[in-house]
């Protein structure tokens, strides 16, 4: 499929209006597998349509009708249906690969889950090694410790205890924390060293305790035992990541005035901190009127160090935003960047460089060097396939005459609406020179 870049202005530095932000796809990902998990006691609403949620569900839709054409089949007919539907396909969705590498060995099935080129280049082997010591048949297809994998039938629980490290992705954490209820032994689950990525694990126990799930969490064991799921919905709350954007839009505007509906001061988002990270740069959060408002006002920045580690998918937005505005801050937490949709570094370092500014590591302490920082009259953005970088540049718009953005479509994985409602809120799209429309 051919990308479309695009060219973004802003004229003024004045941004107001309302923005509804589509649902958390960390909260929809979640909810989506505790239905598939609750046999249909659990109900999802307000559907993220963040492609990575869209991919989720509609996978777990067909293998749900893929099970009841099975269960009604002929004995003789029975492997033909199974071989017809023997790989998935995930493609860039990095949580689904995740939250499905603990759920599909459940289902009895032969499988080969796949992904897209990035993908195959993503660690998967923490999660793999954790469902092989309870009881799963995985096996890799071609390159140890990556997908894609090859899933066996024939699970049968062999422990209800195991040990898996807390400074890597929170999503292998939650994939098992997810499907512990269903095991006929519950599951013990102990975290080795510090946590990485915190608020995320509060989110998943949190969603299942709303879905009827109890737990305990006794120093570094969560300890979740075989149980029934309660009736019930879970509601998706807007996306806190998606309102970051926003927020960085403000802090590089001379005024704005913004209503984000549905946002609540109590989130399960750990991304909801983004209210407090910009507080820093003059931008007050009032929650009323069932959202919350934000207003910039002038400040001196003072902050010099950000500690990212509980919600690593704001560093683009907080680095650029720092860089934009000069100011030489350093960062913490970053160490799951360089595995996510792209080596989350590099591209900032290298983006970063085309106005002068520099991201250089020094062990786990990233620092930016404004000292050469310069505002051009053109430039162009590389997003590398990674929603964030698109969206975390854009607000450079701001600031820069000219910005022209690799791939548009590629915020349609988290934010699909992303550049409809920057028009709507002032700013002005258009195709390169020969480029085809994006809106």
Not at 61 to 82: M, N, P, Y
Not at 265 to 290: C, H, P, R, W
Not at 350 to 373: F, N, R
Request: with cysteine.
């Amino acid at each position: 499929m051919a990308k479309h870049n695009i060219i973004l202005t802003k004229q003024g530095k004045t941004v107001n209006g309302t923005v509804q932000l589509t649902g958390s796809k960390s909260e929809c990902n979640r909810a989506l597998i505790i239905e598939a998990l609750s046999n249909g006691k659990v109900k999802v609403e307000n559907m993220s349509d963040a492609a990575d949620a869209v991919t989720l569900a509609g996978i777990l839709r067909r293998l749900a009708v893929d099970s009841k054409q099975l269960a009604g089949a002929q004995k003789t007919d029975k492997s033909e249906i199974e071989h017809s539907k023997s790989e998935i396909n995930i493609g860039p969705a990095g949580t689904a690969m995740r939250f499905l590498t603990a759920y599909l060995p459940l289902l009895n099935k032969n499988i080969v889950l796949t992904g897209s080129e990035r993908m195959q280049q993503r660690p998967i082997g923490v999660l793999v090694d954790a469902m092989r010591k309870l009881g799963a048949g995985i096996d890799y297809v071609n390159n140890e410790g990556y997908p894609p994998i090859q899933i066996h039938s024939g699970f049968q629980q062999q422990a209800n205890r195991i040990s898996i490290k807390g400074d890597i992705s929170s999503q292998y954490i939650t994939a098992l924390l997810l499907i512990a209820s269903t095991l006929p032994q519950g599951l013990s689950l102990e975290i080795e060293g510090e946590l990485t990525s915190h608020p995320y694990v509060e989110m998943t126990l949190a969603m299942l305790k709303q879905a009827g799930i109890q737990h305990t969490w006794t120093e570094n064991i969560i300890t979740i035992a075989n149980q029934p799921f309660a009736e019930t919905a879970l509601l998706v709350e807007p996306d806190w990541s998606a309102a970051s954007y926003w927020y960085a839009i403000a802090a590089l505007s001379d005024e704005a005035e913004l209503f984000l509906p549905g946002l609540t001061s109590y989130s399960l988002q750990g991304d909801s901190v983004i209210t407090e990270l910009m507080a820093n740069f003059g931008i007050t959060s009032v929650f009323k009127d069932g959202g919350v408002y934000l207003t910039k006002e002038p400040k001196p920045i003072f902050r010099k160090i950000f500690d990212l580690k509980e919600c690593p998918d704001l560093a683009q937005t907080i680095i650029v935003v720092c860089a934009a505005l000069g100011h030489d801050a350093s960062f913490t937490g970053l160490e799951t960047l360089k595995i996510k949709e792209t080596d989350r570094i590099l591209a900032l370092q290298t983006e970063l460089a085309k106005i002068g500014v520099k991201l250089i590591e020094k062990g786990q302490v990233y620092k930016l060097d404004c000292s050469e920082k310069q505002i051009p009259q053109r430039m162009f953005v590389s997003t590398y396939d990674d929603h964030r970088m698109a969206m975390a540049f854009a607000p450079l718009a701001t600031l820069i005459p000219e910005l022209e953005i690799e791939d548009a479509d590629v915020v349609e994985k988290s934010y699909p609406a992303f550049w409809t409602d920057l028009v709507k809120a002032g700013f002005t799209l258009r195709p390169p020179e020969g480029g085809a429309e994006v809106l």
